[in-house]
């Protein structure tokens, strides 16, 4: 007979209370916390614009702005000139004012760009050697051009209309034909 495991008491967990009337002080170490929410939730702020932080990006506590153009930037091997004296205001309002500025803080306050990974060809992308465009499908049809003549025509975008297998015999079990497939038909009679 084997002893039942032993059973552990639920844990009670509460929310952090973290003082409301705590004023941010930004001579801290931990420069990215500025106070609390409602809830007791630390609200963190961008390292570069002060806006509110969405995560830790390429080793900094940013906002998705400033992650999305740090990225752009590394990627695109931009080089940004400022057409002031090389320290404007970059904040939650201006930082889209000078792009040079912008990048020279994100480096400033640690931004890797060797964190930045190469852009992956996306599902979205088609490269010119993609799918065969509709010509180039319905081309082995007796040589017979076809003319599309409307929108409402865009189901011969569809793969299924391929030259037929020339193993395929003549004989073979009748289907029924769809409206579609029977306006192909009448498309390549013409």
């Known amino acids: 007979v084997m002893d039942a495991p032993p059973t552990l008491a639920p844990a009670i967990i509460g929310p952090i209370n973290i003082p ?5 002080d930004r001579d801290s170490e931990d420069k990215d916390v500025i106070g609390s929410g409602e809830d007791g939730i630390c609200i963190c702020i961008c390292a570069v ?6 995560g830790k990006h ?8 400033c992650k999305s153009f740090f990225c752009r930037s590394v990627r695109a091997a931009k080089s940004y000139e400022c057409r002031a004296n090389g320290n404007c ?9 000078c792009r040079a500025c912008r990048f020279k803080r994100c480096l400033d306050v640690g931004m890797d760009t060797d964190a930045i990974q190469p852009d992956r060809d996306r599902t979205g992308k088609r490269s010119a050697h993609g799918a065969p465009s509709l010509q180039q499908l319905l081309s082995g049809f007796n040589g017979v051009p076809v003319k599309r003549e409307n ?8 793969p299924r209309f391929k030259k037929a297998k020339e193993t395929e015999s003549p004989a073979a079990p009748f289907q029924p ?5 029977h306006n192909v038909l009448i498309t390549l009679k013409q």
């Open 49 to 54: 614009c002060s806006d509110e932080a969405s």
């Open 89 to 97: 205001p970059i904040d939650r309002k201006a930082r889209n004012g």
């Open 151 to 158: 929108k409402e025509d865009s189901f011969l975008d569809e």
């Open 20 to 24: 409301q009337d705590s004023s941010p």
């Open 177 to 181: 034909v769809s409206i579609g497939d």
């Open 58 to 65: 390429y080793g900094v506590l940013t906002c998705h702005g």
